[in-house]
């Protein structure tokens, strides 16, 4: 149960960062604005897109809309 609380904060911080950028973030962006880990982000990216909560690009990540 640890695990899923872990990653709702972490897609939380995700979204959060997304919200407030005016343009599509890199992962690498999002990695140094949200200060985690690249193997955390990833999963987490993975699971918000797979969600339909963001979308990818070639500019990166943002919120769906």
């Known amino acids: 149960m640890a695990d899923a609380t872990a990653e709702t904060t ?10 407030l950028a005016d343009a599509p973030l890199s992962a690498t ?3 140094k604005r949200c200060q985690i880990r690249n193997a ?3 999963a987490a990216l993975v699971a918000l ?7 990818k ?9």
């Open 40 to 42: 955390t982000l990833q």
């Open 10 to 19: 972490v897609g939380q911080r995700i979204l959060a960062e997304l919200e």
């Open 57 to 65: 690009d070639r500019a990166g990540y943002a919120v769906a809309r």
């Open 49 to 55: 897109v797979a969600d339909g909560r963001l979308r």
């Open 29 to 31: 962006a999002l990695r």
